[in-house]
């Protein structure tokens, strides 16, 4: 299996531009995980899907944020209007429950979005 | 709110020593605490524990849980170049749920 795939691994976009991360999932997994990594925050939780279904979306900072999964190979994670402060790197991570205490995530490449 | 608290923030060291890192957490429900590991992309796992007081390894790596404490600490030993990178301890909690609370992460540098 090739893993988490997200796309692009690097965007440079203006501030006010639409931006669309996306994220194919490693086949077989049900869950689906949003993340956005900063310096000066760590590694946070945006979004979670299971089955396709958003499950928590507590850490989706405002509005301008909306991520979608339309079947289980695919999800995307969209800004809308962008603004520098989104700078990060943006992660998706798959995993399958094997047991009730055991769900390893396994995480994508990223996506390095820089908002000017 | 739930969160977890990682020390040293970063750490550098020479090869050959040994070091600990320490993670701290509260978490609602807690059911197990995750080591990763992140070098210059994603991170990668290396150690889910729940229960206090069973030790896993993995080569040079250990790690332990204190569930009465609310702790873990990630041991390495005979630390090499390769060892260097930004290690991430996340705990999970709540029942039906699989949200990881991450901390912000130990950066480990290893000298030659």
Redesign the interface.
């Known amino acids: 299996d090739a893993g988490v795939i997200q796309s692009p691994r690097h965007e440079v976009t203006e501030m006010g531009q639409e931006v669309t991360l996306r994220c194919k999932p490693i086949s077989g997994h049900d869950y689906l995980f949003w993340y956005r990594q900063t310096m000066m925050r760590g590694l946070e939780l945006l979004i979670y899907f299971n089955n396709n279904v958003p499950i928590d979306d507590s850490g989706m900072p405002e509005d301008r944020f909306s991520a979608k999964m339309p079947n289980a190979s695919f999800s995307t994670l969209k800004i809308q209007p962008s603004e520098p402060r989104d700078s990060a790197v943006y992660f998706c991570a798959s995993s399958a429950l094997l047991a009730v205490n055991y769900n390893e995530q396994f995480f994508g490449p990223g996506t390095r979005l820089t908002v000017l | 709110e739930d969160k977890v608290v990682q020390s040293p923030l970063s750490l550098v060291v020479h090869e050959g020593d040994t070091v600990t890192l320490n993670c701290s957490y509260e978490v609602t429900n807690f ?2 605490l ?1 080591w990763y590991k992140q070098e210059k ?5 290396l150690f ?1 524990l ?1 229960s206090s007081g069973i030790e896993k390894k993995s080569g040079r790596l250990s790690s332990i849980l204190d569930k009465k404490e609310l702790f873990s600490i990630l041991n390495i030993t005979a630390t090499q170049t390769g060892d260097s990178a930004v290690y ?1 301890c ?1 705990g ?1 909690g709540a029942s039906g ?9 130990t950066r480990l540098k290893v000298l030659a």
């Open positions: 059911r197990s995750l992309k994603a991170p990668t796992f889910m729940t991430l996340a999970v749920t699989y949200k990881y609370i991450f901390g912000t992460g």
